[in-house]
């Protein structure tokens, strides 16, 4: 989660004790300032942070005034914008989870340091709810586009055939550059946020996980090759496998159930997909894919070499292919099998 932090001279001290509760907990923030205490109109840094939310660069956003009513005002109108004012920790659940406030308003001079952090952190580890709210948010939506308001910026469509297809091309070229045997293990990291071209993290989506999970598997069953699946790193990259490749390898076997909110869209679909999944800490891979940067580095085995192939890109999402081999010992005058 990345959160649009902003404030004018009225929350500045509020702002800087939100950022240091966010680099705490290792939430990544964009400051839009007021970096001072010099006086400032509270517009120009609500219409900032407002728009980094409406465009995605930012998943959520913080403001902070005196009040929080003029910041608050001026964020909602910006499109798309549902800011809400709290001055409690009820109201800052309830907007998120019936509301689907995009963003929290705070008044400096009317909460203290210590209720402000509590509201944040209730804010920001509540979800919304969607069923009959998610009917009313878009009645606020409805209201918006009536008189005038331009909608958001629409993401392009994925097109999930192309997806499946750039999948098969590039599990069918790794497996075609690689040595391997029955059993070995393919693991596979993605981002399907970047392969809609989203920031990682910010707009997964089942629909994209189900094409490329459907091939990677077909591949790893044709060739006998045990699938594993990487979590996000909300469950410390955590991998979905079949119980029959946790017992043959010993692997540590943890309970969680991953989810698209925390574990990622593909972990979802192979929960749903393997016969008897099961969720391991961690294991050491032959094979692997990584698609849009999602770090699967720390499961594969010694020593690693990528492959290059033609194709560097699933969707909008950068590819890379890697495999591994024995580490070659004994220096020069030693001789190697292959």
Sequence with gaps: MRIALGSDHGGFKLKQAIA??????????????????????????????????????????????????????????????????????????????????????????????????????????????????????????????????????????????????????AVSGLLAQSSFHPHDILVVGCSTSEVAGRRIGSAGSLDIAAAIFQEIQAACQERELYLAVQCCEHLNRALVVEEACAREYRLEIVNVVPHAKAGGALAEVAMNRFTQPVVVAEIKAHLGMDIGDTFIGMHLRPVVVPVRLPIQRIGQAHLTLARTRPKLIGGERAKYSR
């Design 20 to 169: 240091q509760y966010l680099t705490e907990r290792g939430i990544e923030y964009v400051d839009f300032g007021t970096m001072s205490e010099c006086s400032v109109d509270y517009p120009d840094f609500a219409l900032a942070v407002a728009e980094a939310v409406r465009s995605g660069q930012c998943d959520r956003g913080i403001l902070v005034c005196g009040t929080g009513i003029g910041i608050g005002i001026a964020a909602n109108k910006v499109p798309g914008i549902r800011a809400a004012l709290c001055h409690d920790t009820f109201s800052a659940r309830f907007s998120r989870q019936h509301n689907d406030a995009n963003i929290l308003t705070l008044g400096e001079r009317v909460i203290g340091t210590g209720l402000a952090l509590e509201i944040v952190d209730v804010w920001l580890h509540s979800e919304f709810e969607g069923g009959r709210h998610a009917r009313r948010v878009d009645k606020i939506a409805a209201i918006e586009r009536k008189y005038g308001a331009a909608e958001p910026p629409r993401e392009q469509e994925v097109d999930l055939v192309q997806v499946a297809m750039e999948t098969r091309q």
